[in-house]
Nanobody
Framework: QVQLVESGGGLVQAGGSLRLSCAAS????????MGWFRQAPGKEREFVAA????????RYADSVKGRFTISRDNARNTMYLQMNSLKPEDTAVYYC???????????????????WGQGTQVTVSS
């Protein structure tokens, strides 16, 4: 089975930075896309960013583009999300996920991912 563990969340002031990590164990699924999603209380889960682990292509939600950077280390089955210029509206539980199928695509829909981590809380104070 695939296990995903997020880390790096915490409390930060507006304008600050955090780096999230997602480590995968078990089945490698090394050619499947990986992504970050977030969910705030009372809101639907929202796409944040994704990376194509075949070619390294990336995709970002408009709300985070230019502030967040997604990257991956395929050899270690680890994905990162560098978050800069954080805003209070970035406050949410952040989840990492692995896509259901392998390939060069970089999906943004949660339904296209079938392995999920437990989430890590990010809180940005104003």
């Amino acid at each position: 089975q695939v296990q995903l563990v997020e880390s790096g969340g915490g409390l930060v002031q507006a304008g600050g930075s955090l780096r999230l990590s997602c480590a995968a164990s078990g089945r490698a699924l090394s050619t499947h896309a990986m992504g970050w999603f977030r969910q705030a209380p009372g809101k639907e889960r929202e796409f944040v960013a994704a990376v194509n682990r075949v070619f390294g292509d990336t995709r970002y939600a408009d709300s985070v583009k230019g502030r967040f950077t997604i990257s991956r280390d395929n050899a270690r089955n680890t994905m990162y999300l560098q978050m800069n210029s954080l805003k209070p509206e970035d406050t949410a539980v952040y989840y990492c996920a692995v896509a259901a199928v392998r390939g060069s695509h970089t999906p943004a829909a949660a339904a296209e991912y079938n392995y999920w981590g437990q989430g890590t809380q990010v809180t940005v104070s104003s």
